[in-house]
C-alpha cells in the first residue's frame, strides 16, 4: 500500500483552497491563514499517468439490475427510536453523524448503544475528550457490564485506524471529530482543514473496510453542525440531538440519511440512570388536565414515517405598546406573519393591536404546514375566550384565498387521533375518507370561515 501525495494550500478559517500560497485569504480576508496541505491517498497497486497516480483495482463496471442488495444487514442499536431514526439500524460500513449541545446525552447514548452492540458484536468506543477512567466511572454508574467494552484514548486517526484494523471491529464510535487529528495536515485540531480531512480519511477507511462510524460533532451558537460542510457531505447520515432548556426529553433527529427518511424523529429522557427511549411519544406532548381551556388546540404532526399529535397554546391579549409582540417558541415567524393576515382577510379578526404568545408543547419545532388551521382557530378560541374541546384533532394547510388546502398522510393521522381517544375531528374536505370511521366523527371544511364557525358552536 503506498501513500500518495498531493499538496494544495488551504484558508484555516474558511477551507477556501488555493494552487499557490498568499498572503491573505480572497473569501474571508484573513492574514496568514493559508498552508499548505496534503490530500493523502491511500492506493493499492497504483499506477502513473500522465504525472497523477490514479488506481488500478479489481472493481469492474456493473449493470444495476446484477447488484445484490437482499443481504443488506443492520445492526439494531438496542434502541427502537434510534434504529426508527436510523431508517431501521446501523448499516455496515457508514458513517454516522451525531450532534447536539454539550450536555445534553450524546456521548451516554453512543456508550449505552456500544453497551448493547458489544453483546453481540465487537465494537471500539475511542474518546479524545475524556481519559478511560472517566468513562468507565460513567459506565458504572449507568449499571453498564464493561467485559466485553473495548475503549480506546487517542486523537490521532492513521493510530486509531491501525488499532483498528488489527482489532477489526464491526462499529467504531469516534468522540469527538472535533478533537482529531491527521499527522499529514499541518493545522491544529479543531480547524477547518483538519475536521474535514479526519472525517474524509473516517470515511474512506469505513467504506474500504466494511465498518461502521459513529462521530460525535459538537455543534455552534445557532444549532449547526460545527466545521465545514463538506463534512456534512461526506457521511451518511447526520443526526442532531435537540432539547429545551425546562424539558426532560430530548429529540433526535434525522437530516440527511442515505439509508432510510429525512426528518424523522426519536424521543428520549434523560434519567440518573441514563438515556431511555419513549416508545409513546405523542402521550407525552399532551397535557391531561380535565380543565377546558381556550387557546388550546391539538394537531396531528407528520414527522418522518409516523403521525404524532401536538398541542398548541395561543394566549392573545389586548397590546399597550405601538408595536404588538409576537413571542412564538417552535413555529416559524414568517409563517406565522402569513397566516395572520389571512385570519384578518378571510376570518374577518384583527389582531393588529393585540400580543400574541405561542408555545409549542414538548419543544416540538413544527416545519410543515398541516399545523396552518390548528394554530388559526387557537388563535380564534384565545382572542374571543371560548374553548375548544380536548377531544377534538385539527389539521390543515390554508391558502392565500382562505381555503383549506389538503395534506399527506391524513388516514394515517386520523388513526393516530383515534388511538389516543379523539372523538372529532376538523380536517380539509378533500382529506375526507373514503369510508366512514365510526370511533371519531369528521368536520370536513373548504374555507378557514367555516372552521371558525364549527368550534364557536361547540
Request: net charge positive; glycine share 6%; hydrophobic share 40%.
Amino acid at each position: 500500500m503506498n501513500n500518495i501525495h498531493k499538496y494544495t494550500f488551504f484558508c484555516n478559517k474558511c477551507s477556501t483552497s488555493y494552487l499557490r500560497w498568499q498572503g491573505r485569504c480572497n473569501n474571508c480576508q484573513s492574514w496568514n491563514s493559508i498552508h499548505k496541505e496534503s490530500e493523502n491517498y491511500l492506493f493499492l497497486n497504483s499506477k502513473k499517468y500522465y504525472g497523477y497516480e490514479w488506481i488500478s483495482s479489481d472493481n469492474n463496471i456493473q449493470q444495476l439490475s446484477d447488484i445484490n442488495i437482499d443481504n443488506l444487514s443492520r445492526y439494531s442499536t438496542g434502541f427502537l427510536e434510534f434504529d426508527r431514526v436510523l431508517g431501521g439500524g446501523i448499516v455496515p460500513g457508514s458513517t454516522i453523524l451525531v450532534g447536539g449541545n454539550p450536555g445534553i446525552g450524546k456521548s451516554t447514548l453512543l456508550l449505552q448503544t456500544i453497551y448493547m452492540l458489544s453483546k453481540n458484536k465487537k465494537t471500539l468506543y475511542v474518546t479524545g475528550e475524556e481519559s478511560l477512567q472517566q468513562i468507565a466511572i460513567r459506565a458504572h454508574r449507568l449499571n453498564l457490564k464493561t467485559k466485553n467494552m473495548q475503549l480506546l484514548a487517542e486523537t490521532n486517526v492513521e493510530k486509531i485506524c491501525f488499532l483498528a484494523n488489527k482489532e477489526d471491529p464491526q462499529i467504531i464510535v469516534i468522540d469527538s471529530i472535533q478533537v482529531m487529528y491527521s499527522t499529514e495536515v499541518s493545522s491544529s485540531p479543531g480547524s477547518v482543514v483538519q475536521i474535514r480531512e479526519t472525517a474524509a480519511y473516517l470515511t474512506r477507511f469505513a467504506k474500504n473496510y466494511n465498518i461502521a462510524i459513529i462521530m460525535v460533532g459538537h455543534v455552534t451558537k445557532d444549532g449547526s453542525l460545527a466545521g465545514p460542510k463538506v463534512l456534512e457531505h461526506c457521511i451518511d447520515c447526520s443526526l442532531i440531538l435537540e432539547k429545551s432548556n425546562k424539558s426532560y426529553f430530548c429529540i433526535m433527529r434525522s437530516n440527511k440519511n442515505r439509508f432510510g427518511a429525512v426528518n424523522e424523529i426519536g424521543i428520549f429522557s434523560m434519567t440518573d440512570q441514563g438515556i431511555n427511549e419513549v416508545n409513546n411519544p405523542s402521550a407525552i406532548f399532551l397535557s391531561h388536565t380535565q380543565e377546558i381551556t381556550s387557546g388550546s388546540s391539538i394537531m396531528v404532526l407528520w414527522e418522518g414515517t409516523r403521525p404524532l399529535l401536538v398541542e398548541i397554546q395561543v394566549l392573545v391579549d389586548y397590546s399597550t405598546l405601538n408595536n404588538a409582540r409576537r413571542i412564538i417558541v417552535g413555529i416559524e415567524q414568517n409563517r406565522l406573519a402569513m397566516l395572520l393576515a389571512i385570519l384578518h382577510r378571510h376570518g374577518g379578526l384583527q389582531v393588529t393591536d393585540h400580543d400574541i404568545f405561542i408555545n409549542v408543547v414538548g419543544g416540538i419545532k413544527i416545519t410543515e404546514t398541516s399545523a396552518d388551521l390548528c394554530i388559526l382557530l387557537a388563535i380564534a378560541s384565545s382572542l374571543h375566550n371560548y374553548p375548544i374541546p380536548q377531544d377534538i384533532v385539527i389539521f390543515g394547510e390554508l391558502g392565500l384565498n382562505g381555503e383549506i388546502r389538503p395534506v399527506l398522510n391524513s388516514d394515517e393521522r386520523i388513526y393516530e387521533a383515534v388511538k389516543h381517544g379523539f372523538k372529532r375531528a376538523i380536517i380539509p374536505i378533500a382529506n375526507k375518507p373514503q369510508k366512514t370511521i365510526p370511533e371519531i366523527k369528521i368536520f370536513s371544511v373548504r374555507k378557514l370561515i367555516e372552521a371558525i364557525n364549527i368550534i364557536k358552536n361547540f
